[in-house]
T-cell receptor, first 111, second 113 residues
């Protein structure tokens, strides 16, 4: 069975600082991996995805993530945080047909 | 931009009443998911369909929940009878397959009193 673990339910960074949100997965087959962002009272928006090929994937709003099979990780990074990045971020894994989410990480950006 | 449409956006109902939530997937998308989001449980997968056929509904309480796709433009999630513990935000998502990712609707916020 596939599953996702997001380390840290809350992450706080200063504006301009590096953002690092951690995600580890388990899957019985090569996984497809996703990061979604959720702003208050809204649905989830796809930030980026890894399917096959290049292990470093770039997404919207300056975010990127690297798939590391040996570490079963797919951490999300952004070099410089903006106030508008404050939101909840979800990592998800799909190993066949469905998609399962981690518990989410709430990102706070301090001025 | 194409979007997934969910109705109603908000629903307040009394315990024991029937609740129906609707989802219009993006035209051409053949996969539809239903998720429930709560503070305690996070995002739970309730059911999903491909080409209107249910692939998995093991995440749903079978005695009170049902999900259907009467046609390619409509997915429904029904709760009968509703209970206070069903209070949550219910999301629908649609897509072609996992290679493309899935698009979420804005959700239905259900409150059962």
């Amino acid at each position: 069975a596939q599953s996702v673990t997001q380390l840290g339910s809350h992450v706080s960074v200063s504006e301009g600082a590096l953002v690092l949100l951690r995600c580890n997965y388990s899957s019985s087959v090569p996984p497809y991996l996703f990061w979604y962002v959720q702003y208050p009272n809204q649905g989830l928006q796809l930030l980026l995805k890894y399917t096959t090929g290049a292990t470093l994937v770039k997404g919207i709003n300056g975010f990127e993530a690297e798939f590391k099979k040996s570490e079963t990780s797919f951490h999300l990074t952004k070099p410089s945080a903006h106030m508008s990045d404050a939101a909840e971020y979800f990592c998800a894994v799909s190993d066949r047909n469905d998609m399962r989410f981690g518990a989410g990480t709430r990102l706070t950006v301090k001025p | 931009d194409a979007r997934v449409t969910q109705t109603p956006r908000h629903k307040v109902t009394e315990m024991g009443q029937e609740v129906t939530m609707r989802c219009q997937p993006i035209l051409g998308h053949n996969t539809v998911f239903w998720y429930r989001q709560t503070m305690m449980q996070g995002l739970e997968l309730l059911a999903y369909f491909r080409n209107r056929a249910p692939l998995d509904d093991s995440g749903m309480p079978k005695d009170r929940f049902s999900a259907e796709m009467p046609d390619a433009t409509l997915a429904t999630l029904k709760i009968q009878p509703s209970e206070p513990r069903d209070s949550a935000v219910y999301f629908c998502a649609s897509g072609l397959d996992r290679s493309y990712g899935y698009t979420f609707g804005s959700g239905t916020r259900l409150t059962v009193v």
